[in-house]
C-alpha cells in the first residue's frame, strides 16, 4: 500500500496487493473484504503491465485461491513462469494447484524446481514439504520441514505445515511445541490458536482445547474469528457434527481455506 501510495502506476506494487489479500483470506481476513481487494489489486496491475511475470502470478494465485477457476490459474502461472523462468513463488502456487487438483508428481516437481531457484527460502523449502504432505507421503515430508526450520526457525508457514504434519503422524508432543511456539510468534493469532488447539485435542488434552474453542468462540472485537478456525479444533475434540456446521459455514461465506 505505500508502494502505491508513492507511484499508484506500479503494476507490482498492485499485484503484491492482490497476492497480500489472497493469502490474507487464509488468515483471519474477512474473506468477501479479502476477495474484493484482491480482484481490484489484479484487475489494476494486469491494466497497468500484462506482461509482467509478477502480474500473472497474482492472476492465477486469485484464480486458484479465490475463485476456483483452476484452468485460468493454470494458464496464468504458466504464461508468468515463461515471462520469468526463475519467479519460485510462480512455480510453488502452480505446485499448489495442481496438488488441489490431485497432480501431485507435477507438483513435487514444481516445487523441487523453486527450491533449487531460491534454495534459502523458507518458503521455498517448507512448499516442497507440503506438496510431499498434499500427496500423502508425510514421512518423506517431515525431513524437509524441518530441515526448513534450520533455514528460519521464527517462519510461520513453516510451523505451520510442520505442526500440522507431527499431528497427523501422531507426534503430539512435538506438534503441540510447535503451535505454541506459533501462537507466541503471532504475538497470539487466532489462526495459530485454533491449530494449536486442534493439537491439543487430537493429543486428548481436551479442557486445553476446549479453553481454546471457548476463547474463539467469544470473539475479540480486535481480530478476526472465523468459522473455520472453530471447525478446526472442533474436529480435534471430535466433535464432529459441530466441526461440519462450522465447515458449512465457512463454505456459505467463501473462506477460500475451505
Partial sequence: EQAVAVDPDYASAHAGLAISYCSLAFYGMN???????????????????????????????????????????????????????????????????????????????????????????????TALGLAYVQAGRRTEALPLLEESTSIDADFLYTLWVLGSTYGALGRHDEAIAVFERAVTLSGGGSYYRSWLGWAYGVAGRKPEAEKILAELTAGDPNDDIQPLMLMQVSSGLGALDSAFAWLEKSVAQGDPAA
Avoid at 70 to 94: C, D, G, H, M
Wanted: charged share 20%; proline share 5%; no cysteine.
Fill in 31 to 125: 474473506p468477501a473484504i479479502a476477495k474484493a481487494r484482491a480482484s481490484a489489486a489484479a484487475d489494476r496491475a494486469v491494466a497497468l503491465a500484462p506482461g509482467v511475470a509478477e502480474v500473472h502470478a497474482a492472476l492465477g494465485l486469485y484464480a486458484a485461491w479465490i475463485t476456483y477457476d483452476w484452468e485460468t490459474a493454470e494458464r496464468e502461472f504458466k504464461v508468468a513462469i515463461k515471462a520469468n523462468p526463475s519467479s519460485a513463488l510462480a512455480q510453488i502456487w502452480y505446485g499448489m494447484t495442481l496438488a488441489t487438483l490431485s497432480r501431485h508428481d507435477e507438483a513435487i516437481t514444481l516445487a523441487t524446481h523453486a527450491r533449487e531457484v531460491d534454495p534459502l527460502s523458507p518458503y521455498a523449502n
